[in-house]
């Protein structure tokens, strides 16, 4: 019996240092998820207050874009349009820089508009890449008749040194 006990007693005190031991590890297990979980939300919030600040100066300059063409400001326009820009225009012409920008000079004058809004502004980022993509509704007057139409453009962006350029716009006309 005594032989019994004995084990018994051995038993007893083994479990408790396991038990001590799981608890203990448990606790250690414990602190390191809470605290990986810490890093993992600061790393989180660090990106999506990036990603919120990319996508409020690219709708930014989606708007600045628009506003160029209305105002026919080439000054302010270069100041978003990178040195290798092209354009493919809605007749599926490939235009450079310099060609476009003779024509932004007085593209909205000679356009026949009279009023020209984009909608439905969608922007996709990818690391330094990005994608704006907008309506555009107009109303222009054409051989003494007034015209009501609509283009989707997509607009693709880079950034360079932290810093948002339009590297290439297509429009595609709505029929």
Not at 91 to 99: A, L, M, P, Q
Not at 122 to 135: D, E, M, Y
Not at 164 to 173: D, E, Y
């Amino acid at each position: 019996m005594h032989y019994l006990n004995q084990k018994i007693n051995l038993i007893y005190h083994a479990m408790k240092k396991i038990n001590t031991f799981i608890r203990v590890s448990g606790m250690v297990l414990y602190f390191i998820a809470i605290s990986s979980l810490q890093h993992v939300n600061a790393q989180t919030m660090n990106v999506s207050t990036e990603y919120k600040n990319d996508l409020s100066t690219l709708s930014k300059l989606n708007a600045k874009f628009i506003e160029n063409f209305i105002k026919q400001d080439t000054v302010a326009h270069n100041e978003i349009i990178h040195k290798d820009f092209v354009c493919i225009q809605g007749s599926g012409v490939i235009v450079d820089r310099d060609e476009y920008m003779k024509g932004w000079a007085n593209g909205y004058q000679t356009s026949g508009n009279k009023s020209f809004e984009y909608v439905e502004e969608h922007i996709r980022i990818f690391g330094n890449t990005a994608l704006v993509k907008s309506k555009t509704n107009y109303t222009k007057t054409a051989n003494g008749e007034t015209i009501k139409g609509s283009s989707v453009y997509t607009d693709t962006y880079i950034k360079e040194n932290g810093r948002w350029w339009c590297v290439q716009a297509q429009i595609t006309p709505v029929k």
